[in-house]
C-alpha cells in the first residue's frame, strides 16, 4: 500500500513538472500591449454612466451643458475644469456628480489619463 502511494505521489509529480510547461510562444500573453484610453473606448462609458442623467442632450437639474458627445466633454476637460469637479473630495462644494459619490479613484485616474494623452477620440 505504501508502495502504491509512493507511486501515485510520483506520478502526479511527474505530470505537474511536465503538463505545466510550454515550449510554444504562439499562446503567450504579451503583457506589454495595453488597449490605449480614448474616449470611444474608456471615457465614454464613464460619462454616460455618471454624468448624462444630469448632463443629457437638454441639460436638467441646472447642470450648465450636455456631456453627450466627445465634443462637449472635450470643451468642459479644456475650458470648464471638468476635471478639478470630478476630483474633488467627497461631500466638497461642486464636486460631480452633484449630490452623489464621487467617482472611484481608478475612474478618476482614467480620465486624467485620457487627458494627459491629449484626448484622443
Not at 1 to 18: A, G
Not at 26 to 54: G, R
Request: proline share 6%.
Amino acid at each position: 500500500m505504501k508502495q502504491l502511494k509512493l507511486t501515485l505521489l510520483f506520478m502526479l509529480f511527474v505530470i505537474i513538472q511536465y503538463g505545466c510547461t510550454n515550449d510554444s510562444t504562439s499562446d503567450l500573453i504579451d503583457n506589454s500591449i495595453v488597449d490605449e484610453i480614448t474616449y470611444t473606448n474608456t471615457t465614454k462609458a464613464i460619462f454616460d454612466n455618471n454624468c448624462i442623467p444630469c448632463h443629457a442632450t437638454v441639460p436638467v437639474n441646472g447642470a450648465p451643458m450636455s456631456l453627450t458627445t466627445y465634443e462637449f466633454v472635450k470643451s468642459a476637460v479644456l475650458t470648464r475644469g471638468l476635471m478639478d469637479r470630478i476630483s474633488r473630495p467627497q461631500g466638497s462644494q461642486g464636486m460631480m456628480p452633484n449630490g452623489g459619490t464621487r467617482l472611484p479613484q481608478a475612474t478618476i485616474d482614467k480620465v486624467f489619463q485620457w487627458a494627459e494623452n491629449g484626448l484622443p477620440e
